[in-house]
């Protein structure tokens, strides 16, 4: 019989991610308000039901599939005589990601009933996603280097304008890919203590793994450079408002986190400051950015 293990969901779902998650539908929202449309404040709560859900499916699922084909599950295997505990693990974050998949199945149709087949291909997309990360996306460095700013940053602010107006604007793609630099960093800088581990996987490539630390620190400064040069761009030509370069704040603990990964490299986990600088940046920036839009 399922023993459930509510500290093994819990911990998949992860509710740092989870503000990341309603950071990007605020950021829609606010691309919206900027757009000077008015907003269904049930329809925005049926964004955010949707997200959350699409959230928790993702997280479990993820867990899931590093809990039963990576490491972790072998060590308890051979911890726990029976392994009863690690089963029980690997079967309560599937139990809880398929429950999850389908209210998003449910909260998808919902939304196309109500708002047309224009929300159908981020639903697609994101399906797509949940289902190939274990035999694909996991083992291509370069799809599990994009596919979380992917699904957490396009896919949700795309999805929520969508939900909200019937429509996808500039300013909505525009906006999107700040994150989606973000985002991928927080993931990148996040599997640097993971690499041992995932070297112990049959078949995983992560691209910490595949390219090691060196590229990836480099490839986290394109990304962090990137974000910072796309708000001063639209600042200066017009897309968004001179207030929201004060979204900038933040960034500086970004290349925080990137000294952090240049001095200590895979044993970062251990230096815990440069990880929460990392995912403050993430969730604080497109906070601010949102909230600029909404006051200009």
Same mark, same amino acid.
């Given at each position: 019989?399922?023993?459930?293990? @509510?500290?093994?969901? $819990?911990?998949?779902?992860? /509710?740092?991610?989870?503000? !990341?998650? $309603?950071?990007?539908?605020? /950021?829609?929202? +606010?691309? *919206? *308000? ?64 398929? #429950?999850?998949?389908?209210?998003? $199945? ?5 939304? &196309? ?6 929300? /159908? ?10 289902? +190939? ?16 700013? @992917?699904?957490?940053? /396009? ?15 500039? !300013? ?8 989606? @630099?973000? &985002? ?22 992560? @691209? ?24 001063? +761009?639209? *600042?200066? #030509?017009?897309? $968004? ?11 500086? !603990? ?11 490299? =895979?044993?970062?986990? =251990?230096?815990? =400051? ?20 909404? !006051?200009?």
């Amino acid at each position: 019989m399922l023993t459930f293990r @509510f500290k093994t969901v $819990l911990r998949s779902i992860n /509710l740092s991610y989870f503000l !990341l998650t $309603l950071v990007c539908v605020f /950021l829609g929202f +606010s691309a *919206v *308000v900027a757009n000077h449309d008015d907003v269904n404040g049930y329809v925005l709560i049926a964004a955010c039901i949707a997200a959350f859900v699409g959230h928790v499916s993702i997280c479990t699922f993820h867990e899931y599939s590093d809990l039963k084909h990576c490491w972790a599950f072998k060590a308890n295997r051979k911890q726990h005589r029976g392994y009863p505990r690690a089963r029980d693990q690997v079967n309560s974050a599937f139990l809880v990601g398929v #429950i999850a998949l389908v209210m998003s $199945l449910l909260c998808g149709l919902f939304l &196309v009933m109500q708002f047309g087949l224009g929300i /159908l291909p981020v639903g697609i997309v994101g399906l797509m996603l949940l289902l +190939s990360y274990s035999s694909i996306i996991k083992k291509h460095p370069i799809y599990s280097l994009l596919a979380p700013g @992917f699904g957490f940053a /396009l896919l949700i602010i795309l999805g929520t304008e969508f939900v909200l107006v019937g429509q996808y604007t500039q !300013l909505v793609w525009v906006i999107a890919l700040i994150p989606f @630099f973000l &985002v991928n960093n927080l993931w990148l800088l996040n599997n640097y203590g993971d690499i041992k581990a995932s070297a112990d996987e049959d078949k995983a490539q992560d @691209f910490p793994m595949a390219y090691g630390i060196k590229v990836s620190n480099y490839v986290y400064a394109v990304f962090a450079t990137l974000a910072v040069a796309l708000i001063i +761009s639209y *600042v200066v #030509i017009g897309y $968004l408002p001179v207030l929201s370069l004060i979204a900038l704040v933040p960034m500086p !603990l970004a290349f925080y986190a990137l000294y952090g990964g240049i001095k200590f490299g =895979q044993n970062i986990a =251990q230096q815990p =400051q440069f990880l929460r600088s990392n995912l403050i940046a993430t969730v604080v920036t497109p906070a601010l950015l949102g909230l600029t839009l909404i !006051l200009d």
